[in-house]
């Protein structure tokens, strides 16, 4: 699976972005995540849905904040990012991997975890906050 994050840019804070995660096949029953990494930090997963029913999942820094949502087109997926902050500053990168690879018991965190170790991976796309 092919994968292209797009839609970062320069934001002043308290402003939005919306990113889109663009894969080369219809992403049904996919899990699809999207992660950032600041300078200097780990990569950090921020939230991510399961397309077979719609379930999404976010950290705690991002809740009410940001929203993921599948588009019409069935291939895409985005990440709504809302009251942007300077802490929300990063590259951005969305990840999927196949639903059948995910244990029903899995968290969404174990299933984000999936994504790191065999998952499909987009190039990353920059989102910067100013003050």
């Known amino acids: 699976v092919q994968l292209q994050a797009s839609g970062g840019g320069l934001v002043q804070s308290g402003g939005s972005l919306r990113l889109s995660c663009t894969a080369s096949?219809?992403?049904?029953?996919?899990?699809v995540g999207w992660f950032r990494q600041a300078p200097g930090k780990e990569r950090e997963g921020v939230s991510c849905i399961f397309t077979s029913d719609g379930t999404t999942y976010y950290t705690d820094s991002v809740k009410g904040r940001f929203s993921i949502s599948r588009g019409n087109a069935k291939n895409t997926v985005y990440l709504q990012m809302n009251s942007l902050k300077p802490g929300d500053a990063a590259i951005y990168y969305c990840?999927?991997?196949?639903?059948?690879?995910?244990?029903?018991?899995?968290?969404?965190?174990?299933?984000?975890?999936?994504?790191?170790?065999?998952?499909?991976w987009g190039q990353g796309t920059q989102v910067t906050v100013s003050s």
């Open positions: 990840a999927t991997v196949h639903e059948s690879l995910i244990s029903s018991s899995f968290t969404h965190l174990q299933a984000m975890g999936l994504m790191n170790d065999f998952g499909s």
């Open positions: 096949v219809t992403l049904d029953y996919y899990a």
